[in-house]
C-alpha cells in the first residue's frame, strides 16, 4: 500500500497542484488507516464497506472529532477512487459510507474594540515592531488565511494600486488594502524587510528575523504575544482575525459576494455563516421598512 500512497500523493501534487498543507493532511489520514487495517490483517484492496464502518466506529472510540473523522473519510474516499480509476481496486468500499454530522460552531470574533486594542500593541521602534504591525494590520485588512499571508511574495503586493494579490492553489484573487494597512506595509517593506533580509534572493513578504520566511507557527506566537499584552481573555488565534474581517464588513453594509470573492470561499454558504453577527440595527430597519417583513 505504501507504494500506491506515493503515486496518490504524487498525483495530488502533480495533477491537482495541491497546497503543501493538504497534502499534508491526505498523508496524515491515509498512513493512519494504512497503520489500522495492517493491524486487522486487512489487505487494502479487499477492504469492504464492513470494514470501513468498523473503522469510523474506531475513530469515534478514540476520541476523534466528528470533523476529523469526516476529513479522514473524505481523504481515504479519494484515494480508493484514484485506486479505481487506475484499476487497482474494483469498488470503494467509502463509497456509500456517510460522514458524521458535524456541528457548525459560531465563529470567535473580535469587537471593533477589541481588534483596534490588538492592532495598537506593536510599537514601530524597531524592525520587529514595524513588521508586527504591517502584518497585523494586513491580516485584519485583507483576511486572508495564514497560510496565503506567509506564502505571499515582494511582488504580490501592489503598494500603488492598493490591493495584494492572494494565492491560493490554482486561483488566484485581488484584495483591496486600507489606508492603515497599506501604510505600516509601506514602512515595513521600505525600512525594515531590507534590513532583515540577508539574502536579496528571498522573496518572501513576511520575514522572520533571521531574514527567511516566517512559518505558520510564527505568525501564531506572535499574534498570541499582542494578545497578551492588550490583556485581552479570547482566545485569539490568526483565524480569529479573518471571522472579525468578514463580520465587521458585513456590519458595515458589505455585499455578501462581495465577502465571499475576498475571503476567498468558493461556495457562499461558507460565508452565510457570518449573517448570524449582521448588526440588529439593519435587520430592524429591514423589519420596519420592508413591506413583507
Known sequence: M??????????????????????????????????????????????KEEDMKEYVE??????????????????????????????????????????????????????????ELLLDQPKDVDLKGTRDKAMLEF?????????????????????DEGYVVCHSGTKQRN??????????????????????IR???????????????????GFWKIVKYYKEQAHITKDITPHVLRHSFATHLLQNGADLKAIQTMLGHSDISSTQVYMQFQDSGIKNVYKKAHPRA
Open 58 to 115: 474506531y475513530l469515534q472510540s478514540v476520541g476523534k472529532k466528528a470533523s476529523t473523522i469526516s476529513r479522514s473519510l473524505a481523504s481515504i474516499r479519494s484515494f480508493y477512487q484514484f485506486l479505481v480509476k487506475n484499476k487497482k481496486v474494483k469498488q470503494d468500499p467509502t463509497a456509500h459510507i456517510q460522514s458524521p454530522k458535524i456541528e457548525k460552531r459560531t465563529p470567535s470574533v473580535l469587537t471593533a474594540k477589541e481588534v
Open 139 to 159: 491580516a485584519y485588512a485583507t483576511g486572508m488565511r495564514v497560510t496565503e499571508i506567509i506564502s505571499l511574495d515582494i511582488q504580490d503586493v501592489k503598494l
Open 2 to 47: 505504501e507504494k500506491q500512497i506515493k503515486l496518490f500523493l504524487e498525483f495530488l501534487q502533480n495533477d491537482k497542484k495541491a497546497s503543501d498543507n493538504t497534502l499534508q493532511s491526505y498523508r496524515r489520514d491515509i498512513v493512519y488507516y494504512n497503520k489500522y487495517i495492517e493491524s486487522k490483517k486487512l489487505n487494502y484492496a479487499k477492504v
Open 199 to 217: 539574502d536579496e534572493s528571498i522573496k518572501a513578504l513576511f520575514v522572520n528575523v533571521n531574514g527567511q520566511r516566517l512559518t505558520r507557527q
Open 175 to 196: 484584495i483591496p488594502l486600507g489606508a492603515i494597512s497599506l501604510k505600516a506595509l509601506k514602512e515595513y517593506i521600505e525600512e525594515a524587510r531590507p534590513v532583515l
